[in-house]
């Protein structure tokens, strides 16, 4: 038997709609001067008056409410494991391929004719990567090129570190 010692009614979810919240200035105590605060021992900060105090209440921005408040809901991962079930749903289409490592650091970025048969021989030659993503696209040069200047200003080299027929091209 739970017992409770005051009931308590499920706070209004609706907020409402107010404008010109953000600017609206925090009330500050009331406080001592520096002078006065050397000559006695009174307090420091007294308390808020009646308007000041409802001016202060009026910011609240009810923070129970998100207790209720559910998770956001994810987009799925768009990593998928370097595996015979993933490679196996990747349609045999023109675009991009990114390999990665089981941190999920880009190894290799390749523009390829068919995705799905590229990702059947790295699986078949035992390459060792993590994860891949892919993506469709007729015109695969130059997203690849895209994707590869994405990697250079993000990580500072080219894929893989730069190790293979790339650092002719850069």
């Not at 209004?12 to 200035?25: H, S, V």
Request: some cysteine; hydrophobic content about 40%; proline content about 8%.
């Amino acid at each position: 038997v739970t017992v409770r010692c005051v009931d308590r009614k499920p706070p209004d979810a609706w907020i409402g709609r107010e404008t010109g919240f953000a600017p609206r200035p925090r009330v500050s105590p009331p406080c001592a001067t520096a002078a006065e605060r050397c000559a006695d021992f009174r307090e420091l900060e007294t308390t808020y008056s009646p308007a000041a105090a409802v001016s202060e209440a009026r910011r609240c921005l009810q923070c129970d409410l998100r207790l209720g408040i559910s998770p956001p809901v994810l987009p799925p991962e768009r990593w998928l494991e370097f595996n015979r079930v993933n490679v196996a749903r990747v349609p045999a289409v023109a675009g991009v391929v990114i390999l990665a490592d089981a941190s999920r650091k880009p190894t290799q970025i390749k523009g390829l004719a068919s995705i799905q048969a590229y990702l059947s021989a790295q699986l078949e030659a035992g390459t060792a990567v993590g994860f891949f993503l892919w993506e469709e696209d007729r015109m695969y040069t130059q997203r690849e090129s895209e994707l590869i200047q994405q990697h250079v200003q993000r990580y500072g080299e080219l894929p893989g570190g730069g190790a293979d027929e790339l650092d002719e091209l850069f």
